[in-house]
């Protein structure tokens, strides 16, 4: 039973569309992430959640727009997609902000 | 503010050679330091951690490194390359008192020559 998991696995889209990425995890964690892993491997955090409320929420376009709907879930909308966007995006879940991340395969995606 | 620092973007050693893979860390409080590996195409997966217990710290796969308060340094190393230690490596901080944040180094690309 994977710990953390990410659907979907790859997204191909165009420009100005919309696209969710959705995570869950059932470790009985209560603080979930988003990264952006960029073409040169580069982790950024974009979002993190404990017990569905906002924690961090770095310098990330207005167009991304996470969602908890419970502390086993953390999805991520992308409206109006462009080229830079691009990117494989990682879920992650740690307990309470500290131990280590676990992490989910990421999701490809790519815009063309 | 927290920061990693991983010298060595590319990393080439010969199977059955030590490996030694850089991380300097820079922290305002004693931290916690992880180590993941990336192979290709999947999540990263822990390797070992430091939080604040034994400095020498072992981890899977064979790999250990040692936290240096004195040099801000925890550092990976692995006795003997193996071809499947080809992978990407992070080292990353976090402070114990739990602000959510953990901050990625730029990652060394580990290549083994057979």
Request: net charge neutral.
């Amino acid at each position: 039973d994977t710990a953390v998991s990410q659907t979907p696995k790859y997204l191909v889209t165009q420009m100005g569309n919309d696209k969710s990425i959705k995570c869950e995890q059932n470790l009985g964690h209560d603080t979930m992430y988003w990264y952006k892993q960029d073409s040169k491997k580069f982790l950024k955090i974009m979002f993190s959640y404990n017990n569905k409320e906002l924690i961090i929420n770095e310098t990330v376009p207005n167009r991304f727009s996470p969602k908890s709907p419970d502390k086993a879930h953390l999805n991520l909308h992308i409206n109006s997609l462009e080229l830079g966007d691009s990117a494989v995006y990682f879920c992650a879940s740690s307990q309470s902000g500290a131990g280590e991340l676990f992490f989910g395969e990421g999701s490809r995606l790519t815009v063309l | 503010a927290q920061s990693v620092t991983q010298l060595g973007s590319h990393v080439s050693v010969s199977e059955g050679a030590l490996v030694l893979l850089r991380c300097n860390y820079s922290s305002s409080v004693p931290p916690y330091l992880f180590w993941y590996v990336q192979y290709p195409n999947q999540g990263l997966q822990l390797l070992l951690k430091y939080t604040s217990a034994a400095t020498l710290v072992k981890g899977i796969n064979g790999f250990e490194a040692e936290f240096k308060k004195s040099e801000t340094s925890f550092h990976l190393t692995k006795p003997s390359a193996h071809m499947s230690d080809a992978a990407e490596y992070f080292c990353a901080v976090s402070e114990p008192s739990g602000t959510y944040k953990y901050i990625f180094g730029t990652g060394t690309r580990l290549k083994v020559l057979a």
